[in-house]
Antibody, heavy 120, light 113 residues
Framework: QVHLVESGGGVVQPGRSLRLSCLAS????????MHWVRQAPGKGLEWVAV????????YYADSVKGRFTISRDNSRNTLYLQMNSLRVEDMAVYYC?????????????WGQGTMVTVSS | DIVMTQSPDSLAVSLGERATINCKSS????????????LAWYQQKPGQPPKLLISWASTRESGVPDRFSGSGSGTDFTLTISSLQAEDVAVYYC?????????FGQGTKVEIK
């Protein structure tokens, strides 16, 4: 069965760091571009970052550029999001999402999300 | 960046009636590489992740009921639920995947009247 499972969320103080993970199963992870999308409490969806299948290209939303780093380990079928210098406005449920094969495609699979709370 | 704007923000529709959600992009999402509109619709029910309903503006995903349909091209798109069912209560988002950042509309909440 095809799955994405996020982990690593929690409560963190402003200015601190956190690393999220997304474990993929049931498909050839190394073939797919992967994204992080977040959703603040009661708000809409905000795209965060993308990494291409081979990890060679990465792009970020302006709101996280320079603070967040997306990476992947295709041997471990795992996607990561390193979040540094966290701010209150980064508090959200973070979803990993798979981009369908083909390039410039929709997100056809999503994880259940992991909650990040930024509070002093 | 391409800005996606949905209307309305919310709507209440009686069971069995039609629900229509609009999505407008700040620039065309028609890509010259394949002459397709890179526009998707997602459904998000409370406590759940988004679910892809429609891609390429009008192509329903496998398993999505045919009461859901997408239309439009260029910059103006519509998601229609032809006969609203109780299980369709959700927030619906449009998204462009023409370019990065992959922006979403602000969402439209659909409720039962």
């Amino acid at each position: 069965q095809v799955h994405l499972v996020e982990s690593g969320g929690g409560v963190v103080q402003p200015g601190r760091s956190l690393r999220l993970s997304c474990l993929a199963s049931g498909f050839t992870f190394s073939s797919y571009g992967m994204h992080w999308v977040r959703q603040a409490p009661g708000k809409g969806l905000e795209w965060v970052a993308v990494i291409w299948s081979d990890g060679g290209n990465k792009y970020y939303a302006d709101s996280v550029k320079g603070r967040f780093t997306i990476s992947r380990d295709n041997s471990r079928n795992t996607l990561y999001l390193q979040m540094n210098s966290l701010r209150v406005e980064d508090m959200a449920v973070y979803y990993c999402a798979r981009e369908r094969l083909g390039g410039r495609e929709a997100f056809d699979m999503w994880g259940q999300g992991t909650m990040v709370t930024v509070s002093s | 960046d391409i800005v996606m704007t949905q209307s309305p923000d919310s709507l209440a529709v009686s069971l069995g009636e039609r629900a229509t959600i609009n999505c407008k992009s700040s620039q065309s999402v028609l890509h010259s590489s394949n002459n397709k509109d890179h526009l998707a619709w997602y459904q998000q029910k409370p406590g759940q992740p988004p679910k892809l309903l429609i891609s390429w503006a009008s192509t329903r995903e496998s398993g999505v009921p045919d009461r859901f349909s997408g239309s439009g091209s260029g910059t103006d798109f519509t998601l229609t639920i032809s006969s609203l069912q109780a299980e369709d209560v959700a927030v619906y988002y449009c998204q462009q995947y023409h370019s990065t950042p992959r922006t979403f509309g602000q969402g439209t909440k659909v409720e039962i009247k």
